[in-house]
């Protein structure tokens, strides 16, 4: 998954407990850079915040605590000269969008404005990278919304490069490419803020019946009449929406099920509250 607001990310999972993606390594990765950077926490406290994480979000922790312990204390090593990105989005410009509508095929023009949407994010991460996309190309279709076989990919790829799109690195066993038809100075026309449905902003962009998850901003067709509001994940996961409450002793703020309007005190205040009414 990429993440442009790695501090309000790793605020978020901190909050409510939870790691995104299949396992937490990725999430880890993105603390372990927080708690330096944010919280100014030396390696050992790192690696005691990262447990006490998993230990909270992780139900398979209990039983291998020793390899995620590992596992932590390689990734916190590897994060410690690793800087915390703080992206609020691209902006796509007018010579861009027209070469990638010159291309006259909605699967390449969805390809082709991935790509550049990926590579005008390397661009703002490393200052030196110039155009260069270094990603798995099943991600790259996933994010653009194509689904094709593997071999299919890498055809519609080299069209782009025999278009002058892209440019391939020569070592053959690179599978990068660079995107070569940025042209930050032309009219800005786009911004895009959200990388999960790239080849959906795109057709939205066009005009196409796409909205916002109401929930988490992901974007999805919209229906006939209008009223869709979240997208298939967060409309089955309704009933466990959380909301953000300050507490009203400490001002310490936690998560509790939007449907809660009666906590109005952290857990370590309420239990301070009770031990103090069974004294009195
Ligand atoms: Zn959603
Ligand atoms: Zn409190």
């Not at 796509?92 to 969805?110: A, C, F, H, P, Y």
């Not at 979240?230 to 909301?243: E, L, Q, S």
């Not at 005190?265 to 069974?278: A, D, G, M």
Request: glycine share 6%; charged share 30%; hydrophobic share 30%.
């Amino acid at each position: 998954m990429i993440i442009l607001n790695e501090k309000e990310f790793a605020e978020e999972c901190i909050m409510f407990h939870r790691f995104y993606g299949k396992n937490p390594s990725q999430t880890l990765w993105i603390l372990a850079k927080y708690y330096r950077e944010c919280e100014g926490m030396t390696t050992k406290n790192i690696e005691r915040a990262l447990q006490n994480f998993l230990r909270s979000s992780l139900v398979q922790y209990k039983y291998s605590e020793q390899i995620w312990n590992d596992r932590i204390e390689k990734i916190v090593k590897k994060a410690k000269n690793a800087k915390l990105y703080q992206i609020d989005g691209v902006s796509i410009t007018n010579d861009e969008m027209g070469i990638i509508q010159s291309l006259n095929s909605k699967v390449l023009e969805r390809l082709a404005f991935t790509l550049l949407c990926l590579a005008k994010l390397g661009n703002k991460k490393y200052e030196t990278n110039n155009g260069w996309v270094n990603l798995d190309s099943k991600e790259i279709f996933k994010m653009a919304h194509i689904s094709c076989k593997t071999d299919e990919r890498y055809k519609k790829i080299s069209i782009l490069g025999e278009k002058g799109l892209l440019e391939f690195p020569k070592s053959a066993d690179n599978l990068s490419m660079r995107v070569t038809f940025i042209n930050d100075n032309s009219e800005k026309i786009l911004y895009i803020s959200d990388f999960r449905e790239l080849g959906l902003e795109y057709l939205k962009y066009l005009g196409g019946n796409y909205v916002r998850c109401k929930e988490c901003g992901k974007l999805v067709k919209g229906n006939k009449n209008g009223t869709r509001k979240f997208c298939n994940d967060c409309a089955g996961y309704t009933p466990i929406r959380k909301k953000v409450v300050t507490c009203m002793d400490c001002g310490k703020e936690f998560a509790v099920s939007s449907k809660d309007n009666k906590t109005k005190r952290c857990q370590e205040c309420k239990e301070k509250t009770k031990l103090s009414n069974n004294r009195e």
